[in-house]
Nanobody, 113 residues
Framework: VQLQASGGGLVQAGGSLSLSCAAP????????MGWYRQAPGKQRELVAR???????NYADSVEGRFTIPRDNAKNTVTLQMNSLKPEDTAVYSC????????WGQGTLVTVSS
């Protein structure tokens, strides 16, 4: 099983993007879900996570700019990214937290200055 992220693209600094990820109910319903990113030359990092009951945590670098709503009826988790910065440029992927599923391709987000 792999989770496919979608919604990436090229955006100017200050702009917004919304990423989406769908997961099988057997995984989604009982797990913390997370969005991760990997910038060129850097290790993958957790950007945001959300519990099955809606508790959230964010990396300091995105706090106040990103949100991670989830739709338990549709088994989807979104990463709403606002006020994007060039340093947000990365491949974004979704997974459980802690990661327990093979990584998918992810979706590339490029923020131009």
């Amino acid at each position: 099983v792999q989770l496919q992220a979608s919604g990436g693209g090229l955006v100017q600094a200050g702009g917004s993007l919304s990423l989406s990820c769908a997961a099988p109910g057997s995984i989604f319903n009982f797990k913390w879900m997370g969005w991760y990113r990997q910038a060129p030359g850097k290790q993958r990092e957790l950007v945001a996570r959300i519990s099955s009951s809606g508790a959230t945590n964010y990396a300091d670098s995105v706090e106040g700019r990103f949100t991670i709503p989830r739709d338990n009826a549709k088994n989807t988790v979104t990463l709403q990214m606002n006020s994007l910065k060039p340093e947000d440029t990365a491949v974004y992927s979704c997974n459980t937290w802690l990661p327990s599923i093979s990584w998918g391709q992810g979706t590339l987000v490029t923020v131009s200055s």
